[in-house]
Each structure stands twice: as structure tokens, then as C-alpha cells.
T-cell receptor, first 117, second 112 residues
Framework: NAGVTQTPKFQVLKTGQSMTLQCAQD?????MSWYRQDPGMGLRLIHY???????DQGEVPNGYNVSRSTTEDFPLRLLSAAPSQTSVYFC????????????????FGNGTRLTVT | GQQLNQSPQSMFIQEGEDVSMNCTSS?????WLWYKQDPGEGPVLLIA?????ELTSNGRLTAQFGITRKDSFLNISASIPSDVGIYFC????????????FGTGTRLTVIP
């Protein structure tokens, strides 16, 4: 299992450009989510999905779009990049632990470091 | 939004020393989680706590779920260089939710 795979690892954009951050998981997890990490602020939830075809907003959704057409993939789109979106982006997935009824731990990818100039 | 405040923000310690860090919340959590992030990687779960007052160990790590359910503590004994990283506390955004609020992080540096 590769786990959660994010591409690209690094990206530099100019203000106003668009791009898609890719995330794929091979663990058949129903839950997927996107976080951004900024210095001194921990990780903040952008968007999440509880299954294919279902997405919802997190704490900081503005400027980002998501879709979940398959269980495996959860791309994050920046329609018009702004310098405030300079950050490290993490995708995560998890599932329901059938034995304990708690959710399994979040499995994180290794992140995409985005700089918007 | 929810605030999870961690202290200290950063620590520099000598190898072999014990480490303590804590996390406080403005509201109650029913689950507390502690994650570690190595440089250039995503966070990895260290310990999960599910009951107020619970004390759980994972090797040299021990974490406690505060009685008030508004705080949690993580201790690392006999630190080693590979303990370097950022430690985050986290709790579910809603009961049973699959996504989390994260604390602000404690950056640990271990001096050999």
C-alpha cells in the first residue's frame, strides 16, 4: 500500500493562476480531507468528504474547490491563487473502526508546499 | 472557531531529559489525540485518549486525558535525537467526526 499520495511536492504560482493539488489513497477509506498548515497555527481544515459524491466545507474553505468522483481521489482546486494561499497542504484519509466504533487515525500524505508570488 | 492552545511553543532540551507539554481547549472534547510531525512529512498519530482521566502509554510516551475534558498532557521520557519534530494535540470537530481541530503545535529540538 502506498497510503496517501500527494502531488506535486512543491509548486510556485503567480497570483491569479489556477492549479489542482492531487490526492489519492489506496486504502479504500471513505473519509478524505484537506488541511493547510501555517506557522504557529497548526493544521486547519479546508474541505472534507465522507464518501464519493459528498463534500463539505471546513474552517477555511474560501478560495478552494473540491470534488470526490471516486473513493480514491480527492483533488483540491485553487481557481485564482492569492499570496494568502501560500502554505503547506496536507491531504488525509481515514475510515470507521468497526470494532471500536471510533474513527481510525488520520493517514496523512507528505504534503504539497505551495508558494504564491 | 475552536481554539486548541499548546504550550510551550518550542523546547530545546538535552538528550536524555524528560519532556512535558500540554494542550488546553476552550470547550470539551470527548477524544484527545496526539500527533507527531517529522520534518518534510505529514503528522502521524502517537496516542489516542477516549475517556476523561485516562492515562495511556506508547513506549517512552505517556499522555493523559484531563478530568475536565478541556485539556491533555503529553510526556516523553529519556528523550533521544529522533524525538525531534512538531507535536500536535487534536480533537474531533464534532463527536464522532472524521476530521479534527489541531493545536498550534510544540516544536521539540533535542541536543545530542
Amino acid at each position: 500500500n502506498a497510503g496517501v499520495t500527494q502531488t506535486p511536492k512543491f509548486q510556485v504560482l503567480k497570483t491569479g493562476q489556477s492549479m489542482t493539488l492531487q490526492c489519492a489513497q489506496d486504502m479504500n477509506h471513505e473519509y478524505m480531507s484537506w488541511y493547510r498548515q501555517d506557522p504557529g497555527m497548526g493544521l486547519r481544515l479546508i474541505h472534507y468528504s465522507v464518501g464519493a459524491g459528498i463534500t463539505d466545507q471546513g474552517e477555511v474553505p474560501n478560495g478552494y474547490n473540491v470534488s470526490r468522483s471516486t473513493t480514491e481521489d480527492f483533488p483540491l482546486r485553487l481557481l485564482s491563487a492569492a499570496p494568502s494561499q501560500t502554505s503547506v497542504y496536507f491531504c488525509a484519509s481515514n475510515t470507521r473502526d468497526r470494532k471500536s466504533s471510533y474513527n481510525s487515525p488520520l493517514h496523512f500524505g507528505n504534503g504539497t508546499r505551495l508558494t504564491v508570488t | 472557531g475552536q481554539q486548541l492552545n499548546q504550550s510551550p511553543q518550542s523546547m530545546f532540551i538535552q538528550e536524555g531529559e524528560d519532556v512535558s507539554m500540554n494542550c488546553t481547549s476552550s470547550s470539551i472534547f470527548n477524544t484527545w489525540l496526539w500527533y507527531k510531525q517529522d520534518p518534510g512529512e505529514g503528522p502521524v498519530l502517537l496516542i489516542a485518549l477516549y475517556k476523561a482521566g485516562e492515562l495511556t502509554s506508547n513506549g517512552r510516551l505517556t499522555a493523559q486525558f484531563g478530568i475536565t475534558r478541556k485539556d491533555s498532557f503529553l510526556n516523553i521520557s529519556a528523550s533521544i535525537p529522533s524525538d525531534v519534530g512538531i507535536y500536535f494535540c487534536a480533537g474531533p470537530r464534532q463527536t464522532g467526526a472524521n476530521n479534527l481541530f489541531f493545536g498550534t503545535g510544540t516544536r521539540l529540538t533535542v541536543i545530542p
